[in-house]
């Protein structure tokens, strides 16, 4: 099967019946090797065994954003190809998106009252994280209240697109500002500040967490196109009636 | 496994990411199961999409 068949929503959703079983079975197994790696890692020097909430917070912050860049990609090939699985695609990911973002906000405020005394401060990082659970929840009421739902699909591709600003001012807001919120300790020049025995267990409960988000984000897609299925049948029924009453 | 002083934080955390994930999983599980079953109920009725009654396989 060529890239290009994969763009019609049948031989879509024939591949996705077919891969979603596997990737469940990825997902599963993938979570019990990466909790059994969080819960055994040893503390932190300085966070003690608050550094397990890492293991939530961060691939839920990575993937709050991978989120809005999948939309943002996503919305040209619904405003410049109009076709219509790139819409699919962007409105399966904006509820899955949204709640890693709210995931990372929760798990962050849980990490920061132990360890900074406080849940939240209105620093650049935790402030344009929440603009983007914001964003997130404009889209989704774009989506969920457009009458005409190409209309709603426009503009939440705009939305999409005006929002990806927000992607680079959070990765760098860290050292663009002076913020309560550390600078990238990970993925930085010279590599990463972080332990290995840390380290390790942090990219499994990444990869778990990732193969969660595309596992949710297929099955949401096959949800939305059965939906667009149910919608155009019930508009044919409605004419079908229309033209025997009259 | 001893979690020290701040154990009720790090348990909040992950009772939240628990629900957080069980419920986005229970929510697309049953929106598929309510999208099959209305499409199946419109089959049954016969109702058939354009592309169906003329044998092509576009959606």
Known sequence: MAVIDIANPTRFLKLVDRLLPWLAAATVLMFVYGLNGA???????????????????VPSAWLGMFGWALMSV????????????????????????????????????????????????????????????????????????????????RAAAILALVGAVNIPIIKFSVDWWNTLHQPASIFRMGGSTIDPSILHPLFAMAIAFTLLF????????????????????RLMQAQQLAEASS | MNLG????FIIAAYAVAIFVVAAMTAWIVLDYVTQRRILDDLEERGITRRSHRTGKGAP
């Open chain 1, 39 to 57: 819960l055994h890692a040893p503390d932190d020097y300085q966070q003690g065994a608050t550094v397990k909430i890492m293991f939530l917070h």
């Open chain 1, 74 to 153: 996503a919305a040209l090939g619904t405003l410049v190809w109009r076709h219509p699985l790139a819409d699919v695609a962007a409105k399966a990911a904006a509820p899955i998106g949204a709640a890693f973002t709210f995931l990372c906000l929760v798990t962050g405020s849980l990490w920061g009252r132990p360890m900074w005394g406080t849940y939240w401060v209105w620093d650049a990082r935790l402030t344009s994280v929440l603009i983007l659970f914001l964003l997130y929840l404009g889209v989704l009421s774009l989506y969920w209240t457009a009458e005409d739902p190409g209309r709603g699909a």
């Open chain 1, 214 to 233: 595309v596992t949710l984000h297929l099955a949401a897609m096959r949800n939305e196109i059965l939906r667009r299925r149910v919608r155009a049948m």
């Open chain 2, 5 to 8: 002083p701040h154990a009720d």
